[in-house]
Nanobody
């Protein structure tokens, strides 16, 4: 079972950038990784995904602005967020999955991203 810790959130102006990190307590080299977010009053939604092989996928709302990447040597996945918009304001979570799609971690505390107008 993998424990994940998200970090890097903060307050940023619209149009600014943040880089989120998700550090794993164990190896994620064989795992898929995903970023999700939950805004106030809304359900948690998919943001980005990266497979063990490095293939990526993004929600339409962030495509072209966000980049997910991984550093297997550091057991860490990143989410580079550029051109941030107020609607990106949310708590961001990461999660680890087996290639079968089975979740291998629970939801953590997440990291708060607040984008001001």
């Amino acid at each position: 079972q993998v424990q994940l810790v998200e970090s890097g959130g903060g307050l940023v102006q619209a149009g600014g950038s943040l880089r989120l990190s998700c550090a794993a307590s164990g190896s994620i080299i064989s795992n898929n990784m995903g970023w999700y977010r939950q805004a106030p009053g809304k359900q948690r939604e998919f943001v980005a995904h990266i497979t063990s092989g490095g293939s990526t996928n993004y929600a339409d709302s962030v495509k072209g602005r966000f980049t997910i990447s991984r550093d297997n040597a550091k057991d860490t996945v990143y989410l580079q967020m550029n051109s941030l918009k107020p609607e990106d304001t949310a708590v961001y979570y990461c999660r680890t999955f087996a290639t079968s799609g089975v979740a291998l971690s629970n939801w953590g505390q997440g990291t708060q991203v607040t984008v001001s107008s």
